[in-house]
């Protein structure tokens, strides 16, 4: 399949294939294989969680573990494209979202999304977070 680019768009890959060290190509391919995954990970269901457990999966799996960056969960959340499984009052409302406990099972079409607090316990009634605290995010997906 060919497909024709203005001269415009050839420039500026030509510019980002220059700093990246890449060629037009290579990059072209990775911004299909990352458009590709991203529409992949929309038919997932996703469950956002303050833990992960063994005893979510089912016997004998591989799981892949990635981080993930705060602007991406932060766009999940503002899309309501997700389940809350936030078992932390605390942590549920720093990030705005429900709190919910309940038992989690993964399966290959849902992709969990681990929170995890770095810098200390939340004080309680909290509603931001403390100085010296972050959220770190993984997206947590069958194989």
Known sequence: MEIELDDDIIQKLDSISLI????????????????????????LKTI??????????????????KEISP??????????NYISYIGNEDIANVLGVEFNKGNITLDKNTRLIVVQLVGGRLPIGCIELPKGSEFKFYEVTLL
């Open 48 to 65: 956002l969680c303050n833990a992960f457990s063994l005893q979510m999966l089912i016997k004998d799996c591989t799981i892949e573990i």
């Open 20 to 43: 990246e060290n890449k060629s037009s190509e290579d990059i072209i391919l990775d911004l299909l294989k990352e458009f590709v995954d991203e529409k992949e990970n929309d038919k």
């Open 71 to 80: 602007k991406k969960v932060k766009e999940i959340i503002e899309l309501g």
